[in-house]
């Protein structure tokens, strides 16, 4: 389900968040989603990359290492919690937000495996943009950013 992008109650400082480019990965199978989210990251500023599933989100990270992975947890090839643990083994320095609506098991219990797996925060599809703005202001502020982008 695409994130719900009416107006929320939810305040966040946009202002630090958008003077830093960032490169995005968005790891998700649904198309819809991904294009939804894709607008909005790329409203913002930030470069944008995009994969289907776990198995194109580690090719493309093995080229290109972005800032910050979005990535969905249940996928087919392989899911997000795999994602996670293969993209922590060889580039521990990627931020990386999970998302979940759920799938065999509940949202939450997904949700906690990802933070286990390594992921630095994690949201409940659907969630509002700004709670991912929120999010990527916490992880893209100057004490947590792990590099300037470069090109």
Same mark, same amino acid.
């Given at each position: 389900?695409?994130?719900d992008?009416?107006?929320s109650?939810?305040?966040?400082?946009?202002g630090n968040?958008?003077?830093?480019?960032?490169?995005v990965?968005?790891v998700?199978?649904?198309d %819809?989603?991904r294009?939804?989210? @894709?607008?909005?990251?790329?409203?913002?500023?930030?470069?944008?990359s995009? %994969?289907?599933?776990g198995?194109? %989100?580690?090719?493309?990270?093995?080229r290109?290492?972005?800032?910050?992975m979005i990535?969905?947890?249940?996928?087919?090839e392989m899911d997000g919690?795999?994602?996670? @643990?293969?993209?922590?083994?060889y580039?521990?320095?990627?931020?990386?937000?999970a998302?979940?609506?759920g799938?065999?098991f509940e949202?939450?219990?997904?949700?906690?495996? %990802?933070?286990?797996?390594g992921a630095?925060?994690?949201l409940?599809?659907?969630?509002?943009?700004?709670?991912?703005v929120m999010a990527?202001t916490?992880l893209?502020?100057p004490?947590?950013?792990?590099?300037?982008?470069?090109?």
């Amino acid at each position: 389900m695409p994130p719900d992008l009416s107006p929320s109650p939810l305040t966040c400082d946009q202002g630090n968040l958008s003077r830093t480019k960032l490169r995005v990965l968005l790891v998700d199978d649904e198309d %819809a989603f991904r294009k939804v989210l @894709r607008v909005s990251l790329e409203r913002m500023g930030h470069s944008v990359s995009e %994969a289907r599933n776990g198995s194109e %989100a580690v090719s493309s990270i093995a080229r290109k290492v972005p800032d910050l992975m979005i990535t969905d947890i249940a996928m087919p090839e392989m899911d997000g919690l795999e994602t996670i @643990r293969e993209i922590r083994r060889y580039c521990s320095e990627v931020k990386i937000v999970a998302i979940s609506g759920g799938g065999v098991f509940e949202a939450s219990d997904y949700l906690k495996l %990802a933070r286990l797996f390594g992921a630095d925060r994690v949201l409940t599809k659907p969630f509002l943009i700004e709670e991912l703005v929120m999010a990527l202001t916490e992880l893209c502020s100057p004490d947590h950013l792990c590099r300037p982008p470069t090109g």
